[in-house]
């Protein structure tokens, strides 16, 4: 079993839809989880970044943690043509030295 | 804030020679700095961990003599492809992490093409 899953899509959405992009993960020692936007030829952009369970919002951008269930999600409002891209989750445990990217979620939003 | 440059952006060599791509964090210190590697459609892989001050910690299956990692400062990574061929051409991404932070935050790439 991999350390984290990903559904690598591809996705396409209408413009202003509501996406949903999870992760889901075996390891319990995670406690921080982040998620990167990465642009065809470019580096990845840290867009959100949380410390165990919860939710955290971002303007258009919710992130959500259940460690219970060993589960994130990245939530996108009203998405637009500029979020197309491919979406990485990533986590790490508390001491750091555990780390792991998901392979991404290609996301394409149609205007 | 949080800035990673990398350069240079694009290089093209010739089979046998080496190459340095050059990693820098613009507004923070980093104790803490990665090294990736990505193919087309493909996820990051992670290279090697590179620490200010001692030796970088190298992934399974990453030749340390070949990918030569110096991390002098700390905001200076440097990534030094020696003799390098035609299957190292790939797109190197380097992460620096801000000092008591897990947060990564990333260079813009390095394409890499050895004819």
């Known amino acids: 079993q991999k350390e984290v899953e990903q559904d690598p899509g591809p996705l396409s959405v209408p413009e202003g839809a509501i996406v949903s992009l999870n992760c889901t993960y075996s390891?319990?020692?995670?406690?921080?989880f982040m998620w990167y936007r990465q642009y065809s030829r470019k580096g990845p952009e840290l867009l959100m970044y949380?410390?165990?369970?919860g939710n955290k919002e971002d303007g258009r951008f919710t992130a959500q943690v259940d460690k219970s269930s060993k589960y994130i999600s990245l939530f996108i409002r009203d998405s637009q043509p500029s979020d197309s891209a491919t979406y990485l989750c990533?986590?790490?445990?508390?001491?750091?030295?555990?780390?792991?990217f998901g392979t991404g979620t290609s996301l394409t939003v149609i205007p | 804030g949080a800035v990673v440059s990398q350069h240079p952006s694009w290089v093209i060599c010739k089979s046998g020679t080496s190459v340095k791509i050059e990693c820098r964090s613009l507004?923070?210190?980093?104790?803490?700095m990665f090294w990736y590697r990505q193919f087309p459609k493909q996820s990051l892989m992670l290279m090697a961990t590179?620490?200010?001050?001692?030796?970088?910690?190298?992934e399974q299956g990453v030749e340390k003599d070949k990918f030569l990692i110096n991390h002098a400062s700390l905001t200076l990574s440097t990534l030094t492809v020696t003799s390098a061929h035609p299957e190292d051409s790939s797109f190197y991404i380097c992460?620096?992490?801000?000092?008591?932070?897990?947060?990564?935050?990333f260079g813009p790439g390095t394409r890499l093409t050895v004819t």
């Open positions: 992460s620096a992490e801000p000092l008591g932070t897990y947060e990564q935050y």
């Open positions: 390891n319990s020692a995670f406690q921080y």
């Open positions: 949380t410390y165990s369970s």
């Open positions: 990533a986590m790490r445990s508390n001491t750091g030295n555990q780390f792991y």
């Open positions: 507004d923070f210190q980093a104790t803490t």
């Open positions: 590179s620490n200010e001050g001692s030796k970088a910690t190298y």
